[in-house]
């Protein structure tokens, strides 16, 4: 009983432990698709790329909560690091990067450009991306973390339920063999105890057949019922 508790534990420990590295390969494929719509947006200056770089922050920190509510003790400070980096870069994208790319645009749009104004702009976003990098790469070494260690502690719970399975397995096969055991002794005893007095007694009866009229049957195999 107490292995196959343990084996139903290993397995819920399993499956938390799963929903954790799902949901952190979640936060990690929504960043990563935001970044995308960022460059995209810096590239081509299209609205549709800022509108979904917006939605995959949302989506990245949505995910990243939810990663909080089911962290283990030691790594809730590591989640909610990760929760306040994601929340900083889509703010820093949209009211830092995000502004001077499109006077970048515009600029590079307009009838007449300004050749100087464009390459100070460009120089600007430049520098606001190069400050964004080291938030990126947090971000990114915290999902990647998250990852690998549910990872190892899903494969160190299978090793142990493996292991519990293989030790229920070895104690059914002794029980049984113990009980086998049992039954084989209890079924002699019981044969021992029907057939001795019988034979005794058709034993005897075969004296008397045989005019051996002086020996006397045991009384107490007489007395059974």
Known sequence: FYSAGNIADQVGGIDRTSQRMVLASAVDKAFTEGVLAARGYMVYGRDNFATQFGDKMDEASKEATALLQVARPE????????????????????????????????EKNSANVNAAALKTLEDQFTQIGTTLVPISEAINKATASQVADNRKAIN???????????????????????????????????????????????????????????RDIDPSYLARK
Request: overall charge positive; hydrophobic content about 45%; glycine content about 4%.
């Open 156 to 214: 160190e719970r299978i090793d142990q339920s493996t292991s519990t399975v293989g030790t229920v397995k070895t104690t059914m096969i002794v029980l049984s063999i113990i009980a086998l055991l049992l039954v084989i002794g209890i079924s002699f005893f019981l044969t021992r105890m029907i057939t001795k007095p019988l034979a005794t007694v058709s034993a005897r009866l075969d004296d008397m057949a045989n005019g051996h009229f002086d």
């Open 75 to 106: 790594k809730k400070a590591e989640v909610e690091k990760l929760v306040a980096n994601i929340k900083q870069y889509k703010a820093d994208v949209q009211n830092k990067l995000f502004p001077v790319v499109k006077q970048a645009v515009q």
